[in-house]
């Protein structure tokens, strides 16, 4: 008796019941793997999009820029139409969700001065730092082909699926984490404590020789 056929059925049977959980675990590998050994980040950030429900006046826009740890909101001018204005967004890692920032406006914005500073953000005994790389080791990232969903992620990596994200170490956390799509996301920075901020700038200038 050929027991060639037999055998082959029964792998193929075999190899279609192990072939999802292996994806199953090389999906769960590549996302939460590093994570086990690479502490998760230890700052709050700060980024702007383009708010689709605030239009602005005709050539006006707002920039925002980190001056002595705080984000001032730049009023510009700004050639052509109509454009939407820029929203402040406050990302919390512990909670992985970003909240819109407010922002009071003049009643008539075609009556801003270019350059004029619209509002000042702090954070309460804490200042942003604009490096895209945190003190803890985190870096900034982008990728605007990302295509979201489990199946870009375990043929992409985590990186694969996600438009923004902070990683390190291979360990990525999406920004933010409930997949939310924000439009012209522009990275502002980091909410450290003052001692982390006076401790990396000490340990810059101790490697700069000063």
């Known amino acids: 008796m050929d027991w060639t056929p037999w055998i082959r059925r029964k792998m193929a049977v075999v190899a279609a019941m192990l072939l999802p959980a292996l994806a199953m675990t090389l999906y769960v590998w590549m996302k939460w793997g590093p994570?086990?050994?690479?502490?998760?980040?230890?700052y709050d950030l700060v980024f702007s999009a383009l708010d689709s429900?605030?239009?602005?006046?005709?050539?006006?826009?707002?920039?925002y820029g980190v001056e002595d740890g705080k984000v001032l909101a730049v009023a510009r001018h700004a050639r052509g139409g109509t454009v939407f204005l820029r929203s402040l967004y406050y990302y919390d890692r512990d909670?992985?969700?970003a909240r819109r920032m407010s922002l009071s406006l003049p009643a008539r914005l075609d009556h801003v001065a270019d350059g004029q500073v619209l509002g000042i953000f702090t954070f309460g005994g804490k200042r942003v730092?604009?490096?895209?790389?945190?003190?803890?080791?985190?870096r900034w990232?982008?990728?605007?082909?990302?295509?979201p969903?489990?199946?870009?992620?375990?043929?992409?990596?985590?990186?694969?699926?996600?438009?923004?994200?902070?990683?390190?170490?291979?360990?990525?956390?999406?920004?933010?984490?409930?997949?939310?799509?924000?439009?012209?996301?522009?990275?502002?920075?980091?909410?450290i404590p003052q001692t982390d901020a006076r401790r990396k700038d000490r340990a810059a200038r101790l490697a700069g020789g000063q």
């Open 141 to 147: 990232g982008e990728n605007p082909d990302a295509q």
């Open 95 to 97: 909670s992985g969700t």
């Open 53 to 63: 429900a605030t239009p602005g006046g005709r050539g006006l826009e707002i920039r």
């Open 149 to 191: 969903g489990a199946a870009a992620e375990l043929i992409f990596g985590p990186k694969g699926a996600y438009r923004h994200f902070v990683e390190k170490d291979g360990a990525v956390w999406p920004v933010p984490a409930d997949g939310r799509v924000f439009q012209d996301v522009r990275f502002i920075g980091w909410v």
């Open 35 to 42: 994570r086990w050994w690479v502490d998760p980040p230890a």
């Open 129 to 138: 730092d604009s490096h895209v790389t945190a003190p803890d080791g985190y």
